[in-house]
């Protein structure tokens, strides 16, 4: 499932090729990817417009329409882009320039939707906190979200409205980056793990994006190229190979029904002694006057 920086990676690809263009003609051929409306509208609504962005929020890319509104667009599983015809595919758009821009999707779960310029803003911040690369992504911020929480680290990592763009990949990545378990109870961490976390989480995605991503199984870019991150993995998908920092075997369980790569000695389940949640700092005392 195509995460933080493999979507970057898409739409770096896509902007210099949309940016300007017009959407000379739309086909949607799959009811599902529009649903509830009918793809036949969507593909009006969007043919003749020009896109004068391209821009991604999480793990949606946003393509900015000279009418105002926008498309956006929702990869789930396998949604991919392509200039080249290929299998599965769900939607063509033919651009001004004679390019056709595929999008392919075999599993089905991507969707198209097009909303107006009032909307486009709350439908998107009710969807994602913000973007972990910003800088409203605080160390007070992400501790606040966390403090709330008793579900395992890992889950509450994986809601969209706490980090925006994260997934199962990046995620497993952040927390060994961390040395934290992603079975801690989220409330349970100090000041100072969450500054950690906070550091990590922005490591492993920038790690993502500057390999332009990474290709399993059937992810490919825009330019049928494929990213090579899958094979910086320091512990997603490495289950009984040593970790790269203690040649621990990393182990492999489940968090909120989702596969967990960790080192169990790296990121041990409970706090490591010295390592006590800070005291709470106390106020100066004042001279008395
Ligand atoms: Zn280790």
Known sequence: MPELPEVETIRGQLAPRLEGRKLARVEILDLRLTRPYDPREVAGELEGERVVAVDRRGKYLVLRLEGGGALLVHLRMTGAFGFEPTSHERAVVELEDGSRLAYRDVRRFGTWLVVDDDEL?????????????????????????????????KAVLLDQRVVAGLGNIYADEALWRARLSPLRPANTLGQDEVARLRRAIRAALRAGIDRQGSTLRDF??????????????????????????????????RVGGRGTWYCSRCQPEQRQPGQRRPEPRRQPERPVR
Do not use: H
Not at 124 to 152: I, M, S, Y
Not at 221 to 228: A, F, H, L, N, Y
Not at 230 to 252: A, S
């Open 220 to 253: 490919a870019k825009p330019d049928g190229s494929r990213g090579s991150m899958q094979d910086e993995f320091r512990v997603y998908g490495r289950g009984g190979e040593p970790c790269p920092r203690c040649r621990t075997p990393i182990e492999k369980t």
């Open 121 to 153: 803003e709350p439908y998107l911040a009710g969807k994602n906190g913000p973007e972990p690369l910003g800088a409203r992504f605080t160390t007070a911020w992400l501790a606040d979200r966390l403090a709330a929480r008793r579900a395992p680290l």
